[in-house]
């Protein structure tokens, strides 16, 4: 088993990972067992307490990512640096947005060394984008999919999954799809929820404006 996670007293999650096990496959565990036993810590804030591995800073940042978006938590612990807290996954790569800014997350692909993604394929339910910058799929994002982009997000087919434009806080960022009827998209930390009988009959694009996300219809400019 590459994953055990057991609660312990005093609210702590212990997540102990088999050290042969490899990074893919502990990621899937963790994933897997904590969406089992969501109901445990549902509105609490346990601390978890990473321990059996040791991971790099990269590998550190983005396990730190799945347990803040996915389950809210953000007290997180890897036996390997107790004291040290990981400075390097808490230092801001906007030094012009305040360190407590909600809005603001780390963001590291394994997958894709590129600033920018171009995805030539549909992205089926749990699969899961990445990018410090910009993410183009030439297909369908459907339910279940995620993208997570710290630029602009553009999809031309069927956008039905998450997508999350300037996720590391920029609000200069866009989400376009032929089809735009996403369970949930983000830009910049705000959130839209779309109604379950939401067509999208015509290409759209959302952007935020005015404090608040804005969609309108995606119109090719005329030739003059």
Do not use: W
Request: hydrophobic fraction near 40%; include cysteine; proline fraction near 4%.
């Amino acid at each position: 088993m590459a994953v055990t996670i057991k609660g312990k007293s005093g609210g702590v999650l212990q997540v102990a990972i088999k050290s042969s096990a490899s990074y893919n496959n502990i990621k899937l565990a963790i994933s897997e067992k904590m969406s089992r036993h969501r109901h445990f810590f549902e509105g609490a804030d346990p601390k978890v307490v990473v321990s059996g591995k040791s991971f790099s800073v990269a590998q550190k940042n983005e396990l730190l990512r799945l347990f803040k978006m996915d389950y809210g938590i953000t007290n997180v612990v890897f036996d390997d640096e107790m004291e040290q807290r990981f400075e390097e996954a808490k230092k801001a790569e906007h030094k012009d947005m305040p360190p407590n800014d909600a809005r603001r997350i780390t963001l590291v692909s394994d997958c894709f060394a590129a600033k920018s993604v171009f995805v030539a394929h549909t992205l089926r339910g749990g699969q899961r984008i990445e990018c410090e910058g910009d993410v183009v799929v030439l297909g369908d994002v459907n339910d279940g999919a995620e993208i997570i982009a710290g630029g602009s997000i553009a999809v031309m087919g069927t956008l039905r999954g998450l997508a999350h434009a300037g996720a590391t806080g920029r609000d200069d960022v866009v989400v376009a799809a032929n089809c735009l009827v996403p369970k949930q998209l983000r830009i910049s930390g705000r959130i839209a929820v779309f109604p379950a009988e939401q067509k999208g009959e015509v290409p759209e694009i959302a952007e935020y404006k005015k404090e608040s996300i804005v969609i309108r219809p995606l119109k090719p400019q005329k030739r003059t």
